[in-house]
């Protein structure tokens, strides 16, 4: 299976110059190469791949508008030609039902305005050297902070600029599927607010909030951004300063979320959680608190581990009544205000923890959903 591995470069300033020539060239070759397409579509002309790539790279190399693309590799240039044909067969194979996943929109253009530039090399554009150093066509040697080893050579990378100003190589590496080695434990997880998560065995994982942490600080750079002048380089600084302020709450956040959920698989041969629908979630007043939860980024990547590492991952349906349910006797005993955090059943009168219990039913529904068609036991003991 493909993953990436992204490290932090570090340019000299005549690096960073040619690496903004590059962004510049692959940015308009993108959007030649979309035009062009969006023109023969509405033409009714079928345009091959190899028409748009002459058409925006070649021949346009030749004409006086557009003679400055010969300044930069032409590896970048191709690879951008490519990046618009896949957005646009992306489009049209989620119109017509071929591609997976939720519905992919129309590529949009490009603009020298974005918070984030990229460019992408295959490996005739790219090297490694042995003074680890990351060589770029035309660009020169790039010095890396490496933060482990490549499992493998990598195929391609692209070379990204956030909005902070901060350059990154993202590579493109196969590694071999190394399944963990098995265990007894399954585990049920109910994500919250006020506590992050709650293990069916009982082990909770407190909320760091880091945006709740950091309001103060982005309040004051966004406000002393907002006092600067459009287009004035006090305001691009400003601009720079609330990006870097984000990221201090987007890194760590990324981080925690990854140490939490490479816990979680290792130890645990099956994983379950509930289908959440953080995108609605994120339209009611608990906005702010959903979107510095991350539940989305945490369960993908629980996801893409446990598919990685031969672990059980099952999502439970949101319809499920797992705060509503006594996860000893099985009850369904109503709906609750989320005031109450413990309550006693009506029926055979234990009294839970709601998290707790929640997380209980999520591993009983899980089992349930793996085993039902073996005849196993998949309610939890009493």
């Known amino acids: 299976m493909q993953l990436r591995y992204q490290f932090r470069v570090y340019p000299t300033p005549g690096q960073q110059d040619m ?20 023109d023969a579509y509405e033409a009714g002309v079928k345009l091959a791949d190899t028409d748009v790539q002459k058409q925006v790279v070649t021949a346009a190399k030749k004409t006086p508008q557009r003679a400055w693309l010969a300044e930069v590799a032409s590896v970048v240039l191709v690879q951008a030609c490519q990046d618009a044909r896949r957005a646009y067969r992306n489009w049209f194979d989620s119109m017509s039902g071929k591609r997976r996943g939720r519905r992919v929109g129309a590529p949009r253009f490009r603009s020298r305005k974005d918070n984030q530039q990229s460019l992408r090399l295959t490996r005739n554009g790219f090297s490694i050297r042995r003074n680890r150093k990351l060589y770029v066509a035309k660009i020169g040697e790039l010095k890396v902070a490496w933060s482990r080893d490549l499992p493998s050579d990598p195929s391609s990378v692209t070379i990204i ?33 006020t506590t992050f998560a709650v293990l069916s065995d009982g082990k909770t994982i407190t909320s760091p909030r880091f945006l709740r942490r950091a309001e103060r600080t982005l309040r004051k750079a966004q406000q002393t951004l907002s006092r600067k002048e459009k287009g004035s380089s006090n305001r691009a600084k400003a601009r720079r300063r609330v990006a870097k302020a984000h990221a201090k709450v987007a890194d760590p956040r990324r981080n925690f979320a990854h140490q939490q959920s490479t816990a979680i698989i290792r130890d645990s041969q099956a994983v379950y959680v509930e289908d959440l629908a953080v995108s609605g979630l994120a339209r009611t007043r608990l906005a702010k608190s959903v979107h510095d939860a991350g539940w989305g980024m945490f369960i993908r990547m629980l996801e893409e581990k446990a598919r990685r590492y031969g672990r059980t991952f099952v999502k439970i349906d949101r319809w499920f009544p797992s705060s509503q349910t006594c996860s000893a006797c099985g009850v369904v005993d109503g709906p609750k205000p989320l005031s109450v955090r413990q309550w006693q059943c009506t029926a055979c009168g234990v009294v839970h923890d709601r998290d707790l219990n929640a997380a209980k039913n999520i591993l009983a529904a899980g089992r349930a959903e793996k085993r039902n068609a073996c005849g196993g036991t998949v309610s939890p003991a009493a």
């Open 19 to 38: 690496l903004a020539r590059s962004f510049g060239c692959a940015r308009v070759v993108f959007n030649d190469a979309l035009r062009a397409r969006q």
């Open 161 to 193: 600029k956030d909005s902070a100003g901060r350059y990154f190589a993202s590579f493109v590496v196969e590694v071999d599927q190394a399944p963990l080695a098995e265990v007894d434990s399954e585990v049920g997880i109910d994500l919250g607010l």
